[in-house]
Protein backbone atom coordinates (compact mmCIF):
# COMPACT_ATOMS: atom_id res chain seq x y z
CA UNK A 1 0.00 0.00 0.00
CA UNK A 2 1.46 3.26 -1.05
CA UNK A 3 2.06 6.24 1.44
CA UNK A 4 -0.89 8.19 -0.10
CA UNK A 5 -3.12 5.57 -0.05
CA UNK A 6 -1.97 5.44 3.94
CA UNK A 7 -3.06 8.50 4.49
CA UNK A 8 -6.17 8.42 2.84
CA UNK A 9 -7.12 5.80 4.70
CA UNK A 10 -6.12 7.27 7.85
CA UNK A 11 -8.01 10.64 7.22
CA UNK A 12 -11.11 8.61 6.68
CA UNK A 13 -10.55 6.82 9.80
CA UNK A 14 -10.06 10.20 11.85
CA UNK A 15 -13.19 12.30 9.71
CA UNK A 16 -14.99 8.68 10.79
CA UNK A 17 -14.48 8.86 14.50
CA UNK A 18 -14.91 12.62 14.40
CA UNK A 19 -18.91 12.20 13.67
CA UNK A 20 -19.22 10.14 16.65
CA UNK A 21 -17.32 12.34 19.33
CA UNK A 22 -20.38 14.40 21.20
CA UNK A 23 -20.93 17.61 19.94
CA UNK A 24 -18.92 17.66 17.01
CA UNK A 25 -22.00 18.82 15.04
CA UNK A 26 -21.41 22.35 13.71
CA UNK A 27 -25.01 23.47 14.94
CA UNK A 28 -24.93 22.43 18.44
CA UNK A 29 -27.14 20.10 20.75
CA UNK A 30 -30.53 19.15 19.77
CA UNK A 31 -32.68 21.77 21.63
CA UNK A 32 -34.32 20.55 24.41
CA UNK A 33 -36.05 21.25 28.01
CA UNK A 34 -33.34 20.16 30.92
CA UNK A 35 -35.36 21.09 34.21
CA UNK A 36 -38.61 22.70 35.00
CA UNK A 37 -39.40 23.88 38.62
CA UNK A 38 -42.76 24.80 39.57
CA UNK A 39 -42.88 26.76 42.73
CA UNK A 40 -45.27 29.25 44.67
CA UNK A 41 -44.64 32.26 45.04
CA UNK A 42 -47.13 35.28 46.85
CA UNK A 43 -50.19 32.78 46.04
CA UNK A 44 -49.25 32.44 42.35
CA UNK A 45 -48.10 29.03 40.65
CA UNK A 46 -44.61 30.42 38.71
CA UNK A 47 -42.60 27.83 36.46
CA UNK A 48 -39.33 28.00 36.20
CA UNK A 49 -36.85 26.32 33.84
CA UNK A 50 -33.64 25.98 32.08
CA UNK A 51 -33.74 24.91 28.57
CA UNK A 52 -30.62 24.07 26.04
CA UNK A 53 -31.26 26.41 22.79
CA UNK A 54 -28.40 26.95 20.67
CA UNK A 55 -28.98 29.00 17.52
CA UNK A 56 -27.59 27.69 14.22
CA UNK A 57 -25.83 29.88 11.91
CA UNK A 58 -28.50 31.11 9.73
CA UNK A 59 -30.34 32.30 12.36
CA UNK A 60 -27.69 34.05 14.33
CA UNK A 61 -26.62 35.62 11.13
CA UNK A 62 -30.51 36.90 10.58
CA UNK A 63 -30.16 38.45 14.34
CA UNK A 64 -27.31 39.88 13.51
CA UNK A 65 -28.63 41.55 10.24
CA UNK A 66 -31.72 43.15 12.25
CA UNK A 67 -34.46 40.58 12.05
CA UNK A 68 -35.96 40.06 15.65
CA UNK A 69 -36.39 36.59 16.56
CA UNK A 70 -39.31 35.23 18.22
CA UNK A 71 -39.59 32.23 20.82
CA UNK A 72 -42.74 31.01 22.30
CA UNK A 73 -42.93 28.56 25.28
CA UNK A 74 -46.16 26.76 25.55
CA UNK A 75 -47.16 25.39 28.83
CA UNK A 76 -50.11 22.70 29.51
CA UNK A 77 -50.60 21.35 33.20
CA UNK A 78 -53.24 18.62 33.93
CA UNK A 79 -54.88 16.89 36.47
CA UNK A 80 -55.21 12.75 36.04
CA UNK A 81 -58.88 11.46 36.62
CA UNK A 82 -59.78 7.87 36.27
CA UNK A 83 -63.07 8.38 35.39
CA UNK A 84 -62.70 10.41 32.12
CA UNK A 85 -59.91 12.46 30.26
CA UNK A 86 -57.17 14.26 32.03
CA UNK A 87 -58.77 17.77 33.27
CA UNK A 88 -57.01 20.85 31.54
CA UNK A 89 -56.16 23.14 34.45
CA UNK A 90 -53.68 25.73 32.33
CA UNK A 91 -53.03 26.36 28.83
CA UNK A 92 -50.35 29.03 27.99
CA UNK A 93 -47.97 30.31 26.40
CA UNK A 94 -45.44 33.22 26.66
CA UNK A 95 -42.89 34.80 23.86
CA UNK A 96 -39.99 36.50 23.86
CA UNK A 97 -38.80 39.13 21.17
CA UNK A 98 -35.39 39.27 20.56
CA UNK A 99 -33.47 42.26 18.37
CA UNK A 100 -30.40 43.77 17.35
CA UNK A 101 -30.48 47.47 16.33
CA UNK A 102 -27.61 48.45 13.79
CA UNK A 103 -28.06 51.98 14.64
CA UNK A 104 -27.23 52.35 17.92
CA UNK A 105 -25.58 48.49 18.01
CA UNK A 106 -27.58 47.29 21.13
CA UNK A 107 -29.13 44.04 21.51
CA UNK A 108 -32.57 44.18 23.59
CA UNK A 109 -34.20 41.31 24.98
CA UNK A 110 -38.14 40.51 26.64
CA UNK A 111 -41.38 39.45 26.66
CA UNK A 112 -44.07 41.13 24.44
CA UNK A 113 -43.48 45.16 24.48
CA UNK A 114 -41.08 45.22 27.57
CA UNK A 115 -37.51 44.66 26.77
CA UNK A 116 -34.16 45.83 28.20
CA UNK A 117 -30.69 46.23 26.83
CA UNK A 118 -28.46 43.00 26.79
CA UNK A 119 -24.65 42.93 25.85
CA UNK A 120 -24.60 40.39 23.42
CA UNK A 121 -27.06 37.64 21.47
CA UNK A 122 -25.97 35.39 23.96
CA UNK A 123 -26.91 37.24 26.55
CA UNK A 124 -30.36 37.83 24.77
CA UNK A 125 -30.56 33.92 24.78
CA UNK A 126 -29.77 33.61 28.14
CA UNK A 127 -33.39 35.03 29.15
CA UNK A 128 -35.23 32.62 26.78
CA UNK A 129 -32.89 29.53 28.45
CA UNK A 130 -33.56 30.67 31.99
CA UNK A 131 -37.34 31.47 32.34
CA UNK A 132 -38.01 32.83 35.73
CA UNK A 133 -41.11 33.87 37.33
CA UNK A 134 -43.45 32.78 34.92
CA UNK A 135 -47.13 33.22 36.88
CA UNK A 136 -49.21 30.76 35.00
CA UNK A 137 -51.96 30.22 37.69
CA UNK A 138 -53.60 30.61 40.70
CA UNK A 139 -52.33 28.55 43.16
CA UNK A 140 -55.62 28.24 45.06
CA UNK A 141 -56.50 26.26 41.76
CA UNK A 142 -54.69 23.38 42.78
CA UNK A 143 -55.46 20.82 45.65
CA UNK A 144 -52.81 20.10 48.26
CA UNK A 145 -51.16 16.33 47.83
CA UNK A 146 -52.43 16.26 44.68
CA UNK A 147 -50.20 14.87 41.77
CA UNK A 148 -50.65 17.29 38.50
CA UNK A 149 -48.70 16.67 35.28
CA UNK A 150 -47.38 19.29 33.02
CA UNK A 151 -45.76 19.41 29.78
CA UNK A 152 -43.55 22.33 27.93
CA UNK A 153 -41.76 23.14 25.47
CA UNK A 154 -39.96 25.83 23.45
CA UNK A 155 -40.30 27.16 20.11
CA UNK A 156 -38.97 29.42 17.18
CA UNK A 157 -42.52 31.26 16.79
CA UNK A 158 -42.04 31.50 12.42
CA UNK A 159 -45.55 32.86 12.68
CA UNK A 160 -44.53 36.41 14.19
CA UNK A 161 -41.54 36.83 11.86
CA UNK A 162 -42.03 39.37 9.09
CA UNK A 163 -43.36 38.02 5.73
CA UNK A 164 -40.70 37.73 3.76
CA UNK A 165 -39.41 35.78 6.32
CA UNK A 166 -42.19 33.89 6.96
CA UNK A 167 -41.71 32.44 3.54
CA UNK A 168 -38.43 31.58 3.58
CA UNK A 169 -38.76 29.50 7.10
CA UNK A 170 -41.32 27.54 5.13
CA UNK A 171 -39.06 26.68 2.78
CA UNK A 172 -35.87 26.12 5.24
CA UNK A 173 -35.40 23.31 7.76
CA UNK A 174 -32.81 26.47 9.41
CA UNK A 175 -36.01 27.90 10.83
CA UNK A 176 -37.34 25.45 12.22
CA UNK A 177 -35.92 25.07 15.07
CA UNK A 178 -38.46 23.65 18.89
CA UNK A 179 -37.58 21.70 22.11
CA UNK A 180 -39.62 18.34 21.51
CA UNK A 181 -42.36 18.72 24.50
CA UNK A 182 -40.82 17.69 27.75
CA UNK A 183 -43.17 15.92 30.80
CA UNK A 184 -42.99 16.78 34.32
CA UNK A 185 -45.36 16.32 37.28
CA UNK A 186 -45.42 18.23 40.63
CA UNK A 187 -47.45 17.77 43.71
CA UNK A 188 -48.09 21.15 45.78
CA UNK A 189 -47.84 20.46 50.02
CA UNK A 190 -50.11 22.49 52.26
CA UNK A 191 -47.69 24.79 53.48
CA UNK A 192 -47.00 26.12 49.50
CA UNK A 193 -50.93 26.12 49.55
CA UNK A 194 -50.96 27.84 52.71
CA UNK A 195 -48.31 30.20 53.47
CA UNK A 196 -49.94 32.16 56.73
Do not use: C
Given at each position: ??????????????????????????H????????????????????????????N???????????????????T???????????????????????????????????????????????????????????????????????????L??????S????????????????V????????????????????
Open positions: MSIISRLFLGLLVVSALLSFVPGGDAGAEPKVTQVYPIVRDGKLEIDADIEFVLDQLRDAAQRGVPLYFTADLITRERWWWFDKSLVDTSRTWRIVYNALTRQWRAGVGELSFPVASLDDAMGVVRHVRNWPVADASEFDAGVLYGGQRLRLDTMLPRPFQVNALNSSSWQATPWTDFSFVLSDKEKDPS
